[in-house]
């Protein structure tokens, strides 16, 4: 029996965002009991929730949102459990025991996820190293994901992991539910909204153990 994991947090009035982004509005604009029919206006960020950052997010005049391939999206990835490092960034002695090379996919599990349940930004949280950024880009990893609106440590001068990362053409996801999710290898299958040209997209995340 195949089990399957929902890692994509809803989407709501009031769920926290990143400083500055746009809050989520979902506003019903008609009703079954008096149009006849249900239907809702919906405005928010395109980094919104869980979400996949597209190249051209920090790298002028690169690809945008609809040109990731789907390769990159759907297939074998590792989660890895970091919940019990006691420093702020992810560093390369952190997931160099990890068997990876080109084409695999990380997920950063790293209790991060108890803020995004909240509606207070926090100050710090655990993100990934520049060094750690270099090495997985060095070992060709096509995919990392972690359990926070940001994988860069908020206001860090010139975005230098978001850079190296999508300079290298890797996928970014953020924003991930990891909380109910053991260590260990999965299928899985990430699709962002497919928004022409756009920087970033709200995307649905799950992944199978078989």
Known sequence: MKKIYDISMPLYSGMLVWPGDP???IE????VEKDGVAQSRLSFGSHTGTHIDAPKHFVAGATGIDQIPLEKLIGECVVVDLTGIDHKEIVVSDISHIKIGKGSRILFKTGNYKYLQGNIFPDSYISLSLEAAEYVVEKGVWLVGIDFLGIEKRKNPGHPV???LLKAGMVNVEGLDLSKVPAGTY???????????CDGAPARAILIKS
Do not use: Q
């Not at 019903?28 to 009703?31: I, L, P, Q, S």
């Open 162 to 164: 978001h850079t190296t």
């Open 23 to 25: 809050g989520v509005s």
């Open 28 to 31: 019903t604009t008609a009703k």
């Open 187 to 197: 299928h899985l299958v990430c699709l962002p909204i497919k928004l022409k040209d």
